[in-house]
C-alpha cells in the first residue's frame, strides 16, 4: 500500500480573503484534520484498470487540550474544489437558488494543528495507529458528493472522543483532488434508482474502499464489529453493504438514503439506525421497509430504530446548513433554505447528530446504555421516533 500524507488544500498558502470561521464544537477534545491518498497496487480501479485503485480520506482525530499545542484556521475548501461544487449546485439544484459562487472557499475551520509528542514512547504522532484508542466511526458520503462538504459534522463528532474518517470514492466523487495535482473526475455511478444493478456495484466498490481503510488504519481482521459506519444518502446503503462484508464495521447508520443493494432483501446482523428527513420513512419508502422487514426476518436479534428530524431536507450530514448560517443566507429571498439546507439551523443539526450518533455508538460499539435512543426527548424535540 502506497500512501501519501498532506495537510488539507491551502494550509500552508496566503490567508484567504473575507474568510468565515465555521464554529467550532464546544466539546471535550480538540481536533486534529489531516488528509491522505490510499493506493491499493494490488487492486486495479473497477471504473479504469489502466491504474490501481487509489482513494482520498479526510481523518479528524480527537486531542486533549493539553496536547494540542498550537490551533489555527484551515481552509475548508480550496478555490478549485469550490468552484466545482457551485458548479454541481448550479446543475442540480439551479442556478437561481441564490447559492454564491466563492462561499465554500471563504469557509475555515478552527482545528488543532500542531500536537505534543507522546511521553515515553518512540511513537510518532504522525503514525497512523497512534490514535486507535478512540473508537472509528467511518463516513461515507452521498453519491456524487465531496467528503470535504462533511468537514464540519466530522469535526464535531470527533470532538467527543471519536477517531472520524471521511471517504472519496474517484470516479463517483464528483471530484476528487490528489496531492499531486491530479483531479479524477465522478459520474460514473448513475443517480437513476433504477438502475440496481449499477448501484449495487458502486456500493461493493464502496465497501472494498472501506475494507483499505480499515487496514490502513491497523484495525485487525480479527476485531469484529469494533468501528461504526455512518451514511449519507447514498452512503446509507453503503453502510449496510459494508457490515455484510467486512465483520469489523458492527453498527451503522442511514442518514436519509433510499437503500440499495443486497441488504434491502437479506437485512443486516448487527444493530442499525435509520435517521430520515420529514415524510421519507419505512412508510413512504418501500426500500426501507423491505430492508426493515428483511432484518427482522434473517436477524431477529438486531437492534433497529427509526428517526425523523423535523425542518431538515435531504443530505442531514452535508454541511450545508452550518455553511449557510456563518455565511448569512438563510435571509436569501430566493430559495436556498427549500433546496439545500431546511429550515434548522446548522447549529441546532450538528448538536443532535452529534448528540444521537454519540449515545448511538456508544450504545452499539461500547456496550452501554441506550442514551438518547430510548425515547423522544423533551431536549430535543425535533427527533421524532417512528
Not at 437558488?97 to 500536537?115: F, K, N, T
Not at 514512547?121 to 467511518?138: A, G, M, Q
Request: aromatic share 8%.
Amino acid at each position: 500500500m502506497k500512501l501519501s500524507h498532506l495537510l488539507p488544500a491551502a494550509l500552508s498558502g496566503a490567508g484567504l480573503i473575507h474568510a468565515a470561521v465555521l464554529p467550532a464544537p464546544d466539546s471535550p477534545y480538540k481536533v486534529q484534520w489531516t488528509s491522505t491518498e490510499l493506493v491499493d497496487p494490488a487492486r486495479p480501479d473497477p471504473f479504469n484498470a489502466t491504474h490501481a485503485r487509489r482513494i482520498m480520506i479526510s481523518r479528524f482525530t480527537p486531542v486533549h487540550p493539553r496536547d494540542c499545542v498550537r490551533t489555527c484556521r484551515v481552509p475548508y475548501m480550496n478555490a478549485f474544489m469550490s468552484s466545482v461544487e457551485d458548479a454541481i449546485i448550479d446543475a442540480f439544484v439551479g442556478a437561481d437558488i441564490g447559492w454564491p459562487h466563492g462561499v465554500l472557499g471563504r469557509m475555515e475551520l478552527e482545528l488543532c494543528c500542531a500536537v505534543r509528542a507522546p511521553h515515553n514512547t518512540n511513537t510518532k504522532v504522525h503514525d497512523p495507529h497512534h490514535h486507535r484508542r478512540f473508537p472509528t466511526i467511518l463516513y461515507g458520503t452521498g453519491r456524487n458528493t465531496t467528503r470535504l462538504l462533511y468537514s464540519a459534522a466530522a469535526q464535531h463528532l470527533a470532538s467527543v472522543g471519536y477517531e472520524v474518517v471521511v471517504m472519496d470514492h474517484p470516479y463517483e466523487t464528483d471530484a476528487v483532488q490528489f496531492p499531486d495535482g491530479s483531479v479524477i473526475y465522478g459520474g460514473r455511478v448513475p443517480r437513476d434508482p433504477d438502475a440496481v444493478e449499477a448501484l449495487a456495484a458502486a456500493l461493493d466498490v464502496r465497501s472494498r474502499d472501506t475494507t483499505l481503510v480499515l487496514d490502513y488504519l491497523g484495525v485487525g481482521r480479527d476485531e469484529k464489529g469494533v468501528v461504526g459506519f455512518v451514511g449519507d444518502s447514498f452512503g446509507g446503503p453503503a453502510a449496510a453493504d459494508v457490515m455484510r462484508k467486512d465483520a469489523r464495521v458492527g453498527a451503522g447508520v442511514n442518514m436519509d438514503g433510499m437503500m440499495f443493494g443486497p441488504a434491502v432483501d437479506e437485512g443486516v446482523e448487527g444493530p442499525f439506525l435509520m435517521f430520515g428527513s420529514p415524510g421519507h420513512n419505512s412508510s413512504s419508502d418501500e426500500t426501507w421497509e423491505r430492508f426493515f422487514n428483511a432484518t427482522g426476518e434473517n436477524y431477529p436479534r438486531s437492534w433497529m430504530k427509526e428517526l425523523s428530524l423535523e425542518g431538515a431536507i435531504h443530505g442531514l450530514l452535508i454541511d450545508f446548513a452550518l455553511v449557510a448560517d456563518v455565511a448569512g443566507l438563510r435571509g436569501d429571498d430566493k430559495q436556498v433554505v427549500g433546496n439545500l439546507i431546511g429550515t434548522i439551523t446548522g447549529a441546532r443539526t450538528m448538536e443532535i447528530l452529534r448528540a444521537y450518533l454519540s449515545d448511538f455508538f456508544e450504545f452499539t460499539l461500547d456496550g452501554k446504555g441506550k442514551g438518547l435512543l430510548a425515547g423522544p426527548s423533551k431536549k430535543y424535540p425535533e427527533v421524532l421516533f417512528l
